[in-house]
């Protein structure tokens, strides 16, 4: 049984940075594959970031040079940093695990486990 919590979210102003954290209860936290998603008020799930069990990772384009996906093979814990944030981030975050094949995806199909969510806010 894998179970995941996210962690975090709070309210920001634009520019501002926030760590979410995800933590990660069950056994081979190190073999799964990670990701972020965010969803907006009355949209979609979207990826915005995912790294496989070999530490590579990749970014949706709205968040390259500004968000970084990292783990904490130890504290069992994955991260991620939001720099420059701005109100078009507002969403409520996931953090999901899969079993881990090598494929860096923010393919939300992929991912076998998912957490509760946790709420950002940036207001301008």
């Known amino acids: 049984q894998v179970h995941l919590q996210a962690s975090g979210g709070c309210s920001v102003q634009a520019g501002g940075s926030l760590i979410l954290s995800c933590s990660v209860t069950?056994?081979?936290?190190?073999?799964?594959?990670y990701a972020w998603f965010l969803q907006p008020p009355w949209k979609e799930r979207e990826g915005v970031a995912a790294l496989n069990s070999g530490g590579e990772v990749t970014y949706a384009e709205s968040v390259k040079g500004r968000f970084t996906i990292s783990r904490d093979n130890i504290a069992n814990t994955l991260y991620l940093e939001m720099n420059n944030l701005k109100p078009e981030d507002t969403a409520m975050y996931y953090c999901?695990?899969?079993?881990?094949?090598?494929?860096?995806?923010?393919?939300?199909?992929?991912?076998?486990?998912w957490g509760q969510g946790t709420e950002v806010t940036v207001s301008s």
């Open positions: 999901a695990a899969r079993w881990d094949n090598g494929l860096m995806t923010l393919a939300d199909s992929e991912y076998n486990y």
């Open positions: 069950g056994d081979f936290f190190s073999t799964f594959g």
